[in-house]
């Protein structure tokens, strides 16, 4: 199988594709798309990801043997995990990949946008906004007591087994000091948290780009 090609650079979203790209044990690529030089906006990244956002792969065996290029981390984790028949991850079928998808929906649409919305405000802003700091920041602490809620009857996002939903939200979570959340306050999502952690390819797509 040809590596995949990642463009990727160090924010919670591409770390998502790296950590998934880790526990798969797919051969893959690293082009560093450096946001603070403004690179997501090159022609050549512009071809892979319209969008001008990262993260972006490029499967060289794509679909019908065809060369896939794919943007949107949430649908490159799905694409993954389909690819490679990999049913613990993202199951096939039934009550248990309802629920993954409803978790990772939730990050989608929920995490992701408002945790970075708490970031924009609370970390090391370019002026004081108040109302965007209030804002944000209740929102993030609300679903984080959704979070402490669902781990505490059960040790994942799906129940008892580790699927995209937590790959989808862990690096998020792991900058939880730029949203001003302290942790000790969300046992349940601490456990969690940490528990995650410590998987090796966790550690290993968490370093990326910066070590490869």
Known sequence: MKPIELYTWATPNGRKVSIMLEELSLAYNVHRIDLSKREQYSEEFLAISPNNRIPAIV?????????????????????????????????????????????LMWQMGGVGPMFGQAHHFLFQPKEDVPYGKKRYHDETKRLYKVMNQRFGEATY????????????????????????????????????????????????????????
């Open 157 to 212: 996002f799906a129940g008892d087994d580790y699927t995209v939903a937590d790959i989808a939200t862990y690096p998020w979570v792991a900058r939880y000091p730029r949203h001003q959340v302290d942790l000790t306050e969300f046992p349940n999502v601490k456990r969690w948290y940490d528990l995650i952690s410590k998987r090796p390819a966790v550690e290993k797509g968490m370093a990326v780009p910066f070590l490869n």
């Open 59 to 103: 499967d060289p065996e794509g679909p019908d043997g065809e060369p896939l290029a794919l943007f949107e981390s949430g649908a490159i984790l799905i694409y993954l995990a389909e690819k490679t028949g990999n049913i613990d991850l993202l199951p096939d079928k039934g009550r248990k990949r309802a629920i993954t998808m409803q978790w």
